[in-house]
């Protein structure tokens, strides 16, 4: 007896172009390569990257969530 084949899952969403975004940007050095200006007695460099971890996951939340809303049926 054979099983009952399940929807293809697809991962083919066009949110996904969105996740190569927190990885380039922080490759861009000319955006935080200074000392100002500083926010909270930390230079422009520290406080940036915690700026940048907060774009990853924003976009990941981002690209998760309309992801899945596609895949209701």
């Known amino acids: 007896m054979t099983e009952p084949e399940s929807p293809r899952r697809t991962d083919r969403s066009p949110w996904n172009w969105l996740l190569p975004v927190p990885i380039v940007v922080p490759l861009l050095t000319p955006l935080y390569n200074h000392a100002e200006p500083r926010l ?3 230079p ?4 940036l990257q915690l700026a940048f971890i907060l774009l990853g996951v924003g976009t990941t939340t981002l690209v998760y969530r309309m992801s899945k ?3 209701r049926s």
């Open 69 to 71: 809303r596609g895949d």
């Open 44 to 47: 422009l460099f520290y406080w």
């Open 40 to 42: 909270g007695g930390f």
